[in-house]
């Protein structure tokens, strides 16, 4: 809040000391405007505060009524007019005060108005000022382009002054010059008040229209340079395109336009200038629209048949590739395997090459011991190496065929451990199923009965009462021999669990005798034993372990002993022998 109240209070500083000061200070003073609109965000509402301040103590008026003073004579000159315009347009745009008639009917027209009547002014010196003082006019041309820009953003805030900017003779009197620069600014203004207000050229006078496409089409003509011709370009492309009634008026009012257009092909504005003769060559608004909706059509399939295209190519220049690849590696399995299979041509030659040259080597050594004996020797060393040879290839073959036979049985083995492994836990399974079929569920309740099925039973009962009657004389000995019977079935079932625990201990103790015997008689020699076999051996209880341990030390010590110590010897006795109810088997 202290904020809004200093800033408040620098505006009303500013107002009193314009009051005060002579009219040819008060430009300077008013530039402190520019550091108050600066100092706070453009938008927020702080800023809209000073805007409401600056109108309400009249300092717009007062920059407005500065504008109207001849700049070359106070300091800073044109530039000076320059920042106030800007100052002019920041302050104005966003508010909207009490007085609204005399700030939209009278203020807003009239500052337009001057900003024109400035711009004239800056283009006349402009004009008349000498090529070789080059600073001056750099200086003049930037304050007249900062003031076209300005004269924008104020339009931009408020649309319907485009009517005021193309209706004012100053802007018609400024066009109508042989200055490049400032014909450009020009025009391009032209084109900003279109874009701004598209309802603007409807409010003109046929005469005011067509003087501003006159200048244009003039330039057109008058003109070689390339931005004239560009910014003419656009601001008639504008014309059309916002209303397209002057297609009609071109075409008819201008028969020469089309080949004077002609001429700037080639000068940096190609599409603007394509957009131009096609409007031209549609002859009327209606063609013109129809001509602009197929360019879009085309523009849309062309748009679409590319990015088909793209993607048909992507996916043939990635199904090249796989072929490729695939092709390429195909070839080098090729390859590697003509490769291989000449490594083993060549390996092999190597093998037989090898085998004959032993071969021959052996038949040397030969002939040289037999060339060495006596000719009576000479037969029973042939008979000798004979047998040798004959025995060598009995031990080959035997050594194949039992190689082969014991494949075998380890195979079987396998098999048979794996078959008695499945055949166990069917059976427990089994074993499992009919437990749970014969247990009897006390606590399940009977299913309910239909009429038919009570009806039914009811029969059964009485049929039965008919050919068995009970003893039973009177009701008490009717429940005295009910909660006997209760009494009966619930000993049953308290006695059958227990029962059924043991039945089930002895058959796994029986299963695993059984198991331990299998493993015991498909073992394997103690030669060819593995270490992973001595884990078929290993029991998980410490007592049968620790009995195990101990059985076989006695046994090696006992091996160990001379023969003439083992004489007296006898079995061992038989409380000696493992007993299954002498240990508490516990599985840690």
Not at 105 to 117: T, V
Not at 121 to 139: C, G, M, S, V
Not at 304 to 320: E, I, N, V
Request: hydrophobic share 40%; proline share 3%; charged share 30%.
């Amino acid at each position: 809040m202290a904020s809004d109240v200093f800033e408040d209070k620098r505006v009303i500083d500013l107002a009193a000391q314009v009051a005060e000061t002579t009219d040819r200070n008060v430009p300077m003073l008013l530039l402190g405007l520019q550091n108050i609109l600066d100092s706070v965000v453009p938008g927020s509402q702080k800023a809209l505060n000073i805007k409401l301040d600056i109108w309400k103590y009249e300092l717009l008026q007062s920059v407005l009524i500065a504008l109207k003073q001849d700049f070359s004579q106070i300091s800073g000159k044109w530039t000076t007019a320059s920042s106030l315009a800007k100052i002019l347009c920041q302050a104005s745009v966003g508010i909207d005060p009490q007085e609204s008639h005399e700030y939209y009917g009278i203020f807003l027209p009239e500052a337009i108005e001057r900003l024109l009547i400035v711009c004239r002014n800056i283009q006349h010196r402009y004009i008349k000022i000498p090529e070789h003082t080059l600073a001056l006019k750099d200086e003049l041309i930037k304050n007249f382009r900062d003031i076209t820009d300005e004269i924008k953003y104020l339009v931009g805030g408020y649309p319907f002054l485009a009517t005021n900017v193309l209706r004012s003779n100053y802007l018609l009197q400024m066009m109508i010059n042989e200055d490049i620069e400032t014909s450009i600014a020009l025009m391009n203004l032209v084109q900003s008040m279109v874009r701004a207000n598209m309802q603007v050229l409807q409010t003109l006078d046929e005469k005011v229209m067509f003087s501003i496409i006159d200048e244009l089409v003039y330039k057109l003509s008058a003109f070689t340079e390339a931005d004239i011709g560009a910014a003419a370009t656009r601001a008639l492309l504008a014309v059309a395109d916002v209303h397209k009634m002057m297609i009609d008026m071109l075409y008819s009012r201008y028969k020469g336009l089309r080949p004077l257009l002609s001429k700037w092909t080639g000068k940096g504005f190609g599409r603007d200038l394509k957009k131009l003769l096609m409007l031209l060559d549609a002859g009327s608004a209606q063609q013109a629209e129809m001509q602009r909706m197929h360019r879009a059509a085309t523009t849309i399939q062309a748009v679409w048949k590319s990015f088909r295209t793209r993607k048909q190519l992507k996916k043939a220049d990635k199904a090249m590739k796989t072929f490729q690849r695939s092709f390429r590696g195909r070839q080098i399995n090729k390859q590697r395997k003509l490769e291989l299979e000449r490594e083993e041509r060549e390996l092999r030659h190597q093998l037989l090459v090898a085998h004959r040259r032993t071969i021959r080597h052996t038949r040397e050594k030969q002939l040289n011991m037999i060339a060495a004996m006596h000719p009576s020797e000479v037969n029973k060393y042939l008979e000798i190496s004979q047998i040798q040879a004959a025995i060598k290839i009995q031990a080959k073959w035997k050594g194949v065929l039992a190689r082969k036979k014991y494949g075998l049985a380890r195979a079987t083995a396998v098999q048979v451990r794996a078959a008695i492994a499945i055949q166990r836990a069917v059976r427990k399974f089994l074993a499992k199923l009919e437990a749970q079929r014969n247990e009897v569920i006390a606590w399940r309740a009977p299913p309910g009965l239909t009429d038919e099925r009570r009806v039914e039973i009811k029969e059964m009962i009485n049929k039965r009462r008919e050919e068995q009657p009970t003893e039973c004389k009177n009701m008490d000995e009717v429940r005295e021999l009910h909660d006997k019977a209760q009494a009966m079935l619930t000993r049953h079932l308290m006695l059958s669990g227990i029962t059924r625990t043991a039945e089930q201990r002895r058959e796994a103790l029986l299963a695993q005798l059984k198991s331990d015997a299998d493993i015991i008689i498909n073992s394997p020699k103690v030669k060819d034993a593995s270490e992973r076999d001595l884990y078929t051996y290993m029991s998980r209880s410490l007592p049968i372990a620790t009995k195990a341990k101990k059985n076989h030390l006695e046994t090696v010590k006992r091996l160990q002993q001379p023969w003439w110590k083992k004489l007296d010897e006898h079995d061992l006795p038989d409380n000696e022998i493992f007993q299954e109810e002498e240990y508490n088997f516990k599985i840690f």
